[in-house]
């Protein structure tokens, strides 16, 4: 029995490449100039469509391919100029790719759309005639739009088709149907059909998964033009022969043939939203043959983690070699050391080399702000540019996934508590349109991350009684600019006057402050009043190995972030103060900053007796504060386990890893750290 292909292997793929043609929709109708549209963005939006109906008809998703049908002919009168570009289109546009994306993620999940939803969203589309209302009812509540009462009469047809259609014999192995095909084509005019079976091999030489038909088609009472008929035909032009023709007109033959005298090119197996799934599978197949030319490739995201953990394993054995260095003066180590130099030298090159393939371009996050910028402008009726710098800004694909919630966060925070309404910017003498800046930037070994305002900034005043308020702070605490700024991080601040949906429930904050804390990094504010905000997010470039710092307390050695330390020092009696009999505090600059024991902590012994005779580190996380310690050690790159999937999640702790000698190192959380210290003290 002839083995049958199993297309559900290309799923992931098409539903992976539908999303990146959705944000190719996205982006282009977010960057159309109503006054001056531009005909090709017009066409990669149609093409975009055209690619994801192609895709579900192929893998057997008929209701995401009708739905994309119908936005495809909207759109396909917007590139005709049948329709004119307006504000409303292009709302109705983007709630149209918002609503296929719920269908594609549906169908990824196993399930399906209603109908009754399908239908209201289908009669938005349908119904759309350049005016408000049709992009005024897109709640799936909304009642569908009435029909006319008087069905125009359609227009006069030409005089038939004909269309010779003939296939190659690997016509169905690339998962096309020639009956899609057809069903399409009865959508110009009526079909007739003439199968020609001369190409049939005999019984006995048959093979089921071949294609030896043909087929002869006639296309009358239609209004539709040669490129009409062709679009239907571009999804399977690699593995057809098409020849059109009308009457005495001259045939039009298309097919793969067009283009074979051209140099080959590299195949974007990445993905381009003009390119047909089927298309790219054909070009993953033929990889072999064609690797001189590949550029990129799309990569298991299964396979990159395990080379990853290679790596950080041979990480551990260079740390456990390097121990020998140690020995110089011992008769015969001099090869063994330049040999352990070497490894030291080749195992940096390959970290760097494997790290590079998790990292991405912080544009993946970015480019989802124009539409979010877009749409709160419009609900919040304010005037809002969007800058975006550093798109190409290069972050560990698990950074980059974590950072989209608290990058949204602070951009609706600008928007909404930020920037003032049109008449209240010029009656302060600043423009109506409002600007927001995104920024990334790599600094050291770590990413910046910068959402900037031109807005009323902070009012610090309202800030310290709202504080106050809250019960977050005591009435009368004395406190610096820069720590009134900071309560806005606090859990159930708000200082808006009402709730809305943009905000006032006193969430959001405290849940950027905390997600970025759980990525090893911080964040600080600054502010102008009447000028605006910049809020800063440092984090690391990667998440599965960091810098770190080798300290001991005891026997314990502990992990502190490169990335977190401000400096070490030694504590002298002048600068150490304790408070109430047991909160000991550090004098740093002007002001003081708590100092946590790991020896309390933890409940460990330590060589120090009272702070004067450890060592402080003094990091800087949710706020600076001091860690004591009996000695700092050396400082390593370091290969990150998780506590919480092989053990469990400590409070105190972001991890562990192994040192050189065996033995294994927790790596200090700093946010868990100060808050375990102070609860221990209540």
Known sequence: ???????????????????????????????????SPNEETINNVFRAAHSIKGGAGTFGFQEVTDYTHVLETLLDSLRSGELQLSDELIQLLLESVDFLKHMLQECQAGRTVSEQEIQVQVDRLNSFDGNASASNSGSPDAEPAT???????????????????????????????????????????????????DKLPVMSQLKPEDCHLHWKLELSNSTADEAEIREIFDWVIDDAEITISRGDEMPVKFSTEETRDDPPSAPNLLGDPAETPAARVRKEGTYQQQTQEVTSIRVNIDRVDMLVNLVGELVITQSMISRFKEHEATHGLAELIRGIEQLEENTRELQEHTMRIRM????????????????LSKSLDKEVNLELRGNATEVDKTVLEKISDPLTHLVRNSLDHGIETPQERMELGKFPEGLVEISAFHEGGSIVIQVKDDGR??????????????????????????????????????????????????????????????????????????AGSTFTIKLPLTLAIIEGQLVRVGNDVFIVPLLSIVKSTQIDDEEHKVIGGESSMYKLEEDYIPIVSLKDVYRID???????????VIVDSVERFGILVDEVLGQQQVVVKSLEANFKEIPTISGATILGDGTVAMILDMAGLLRESRSESE
């Not at 002839?2 to 944000?23: K, R």
């Not at 038939?160 to 296939?167: A, G």
């Not at 991405?360 to 749409?375: A, E, K, T, W």
């Open 147 to 197: 029909a006319q009462t008087e069905t125009p009469a359609p227009p006069t047809a030409d005089a038939p088709w004909t269309i010779d259609f003939k296939t190659t014999e690997g016509f169905f192995r690339t998962g096309n149907d020639p009956y899609r095909i057809l069903r399409e084509l009865t959508e110009l005019g009526k079909v007739n059909a003439e199968v020609l079976t």
């Open 1 to 35: 029995m002839a083995n049958t292909i199993d297309l559900s292997q290309f799923h992931e793929v098409f539903f992976e490449e539908s999303m990146e043609g959705l944000d190719v929709m996205e982006s282009g109708l977010l960057g159309m100039d109503l006054n």
């Open 360 to 375: 991405l371009p912080i544009d993946n996050v970015f480019q989802r702000m124009p539409r979010l910028v877009r749409d």
């Open 457 to 530: 900034g902070l009012n610090r005043e309202r800030i310290y009684q709202k504080a106050v308020e809250k019960e977050i702070i005591e009435p009368g605490t004395e406190l610096s600019d820069s720590e009134i700024e900071m309560l806005v991080f606090s859990a159930g601040f708000s200082t808006a006057t009402e709730v809305s949906d943009v905000s006032g429930r006193g969430v959001g904050m405290d849940v950027v402050k905390n997600n970025i804390e759980q990525l090893n990094g911080h964040i600080e504010v600054s502010s102008e009043e009447g």
């Open 606 to 616: 330590a060589d120090y007796t009272n702070a004067t005779e450890g060592i402080l």
